[in-house]
């Protein structure tokens, strides 16, 4: 297995620096300044990408993209300064697992975690980069975190952004920024995070913090989007409004067009969170629950993302999961003195990995 540091690429604490988020379609980028114990969002953006710039999530055409990228700095509302950041991962191209070894020391733990590793993902070990964290000791063993990535990917992103005279810091899995953006300290043991973006959705089961069970569902925020194109035949951007506006409806003449547009989505939804939430109940509690003392539960379900705005989306969950579902507070771990978030809860949904980064990418400046 080939493994990589630049001063733990994944894992570790992240000179100002910013966060950069970005998929096939979007691109977010955001900076943070801590002034005592206060916080404020120094720049911030987000712009659609062009077509031809990306393939999938990889960068295609580099000096599109390098222009694209330059300008959107520019464009920023706000300033953004430096050539440090913090750069997200897409969920689905990312392997990560909580593994359990024996106590040892940190120094000592590598080949332990290296052989754990090549045994729980599902690729070649000679084509990931992977890195590691311990979160829990205890009297005989511990658990790692593992955090393995394609190297096709990780080495595209660097080309790039190195060309264009930046210098990542870390890289790091959506579900690791989303959670530090959005978890805060009342979330309880175990939480389930809901994650509906524009392209695809991930499912992210997190312990006191940290991710220890991902999975992508097959719902979207563009195949609900498509879904109103097509029934009503209107645009995109009147499709979008629709949803927000409209959404599941609230008389019941909206409500009955509702059903007949997103019934077969909505119920392909409801299905996957059920078969996560079941998975961690039959396996996940099973095993971490060795003493068998009291039963563990999520204690929240959270829904997050740009495709989590769909209005009536968390009522229509609430019922059909008899779960309590909670639309997340992407700025809930920042302390702003008397300013306000420059964008608000219901449009900042999609902003909840990009904060995550900007947090991280602010503390860089701290341990360094």
Known sequence: MKGINLKKLFLLKASTAFGVDFNGRTLRIMQLKRKGKNQKVTGWIERKIPQGIMNDILIENSDNFKNFFSESIKKAEGKIHGNRIVVSVPENKVFIRIITIPLMEEKEATESVRFETESNIPISVDEVYFDWQIVEKREKDMDVLVVASPMKIIDNYLKVFSEMGYQVV??????????????????????????????????????????????????????????????????????????????????????????????????????????????????????????????????????????????????????????????????????????????????????????GLALRAQDYESYN
């Open 170 to 355: 870390a890289f790091e899995p959506k579900s690791i920024s989303t959670g530090r953006s959005i978890i805060g300290n009342d979330m309880g043991d175990y939480a389930l995070v809901v994650d509906m973006g524009l392209e695809s959705t991930n499912f992210a089961i997190y312990e006191k913090g940290f991710p220890i069970f991902t999975s992508s569902g097959s719902v979207s925020g563009k195949i609900l989007t498509d879904m109103v194109m097509k029934a009503k035949g209107i645009s995109i951007e009147k499709a979008e409004s629709y949803k927000i506006k409209i959404g599941l409806g609230s008389t019941s003449e909206e409500k009955q067009e509702a059903f007949s547009i997103f019934e077969s989505a909505l119920v392909t939804f409801v299905d996957e969170i059920k078969r996560t939430i079941n998975f961690f109940h039959e396996t996940l509690a099973v095993q971490k629950n060795v003493t068998g003392k009291s039963e563990l539960k999520i204690s929240k379900v959270v829904l997050t993302g740009g495709g989590a705005n769909l209005k009536g989306l968390n009522s229509y969950l609430s019922i059909n999961l008899q779960e309590t579902i909670e639309q997340s507070s992407p700025w809930v771990n920042i302390k702003f003195k008397n300013d306000i978030p420059p964008i608000s809860k219901e449009d900042s949904q999609g902003f909840s990995t990009v904060i």
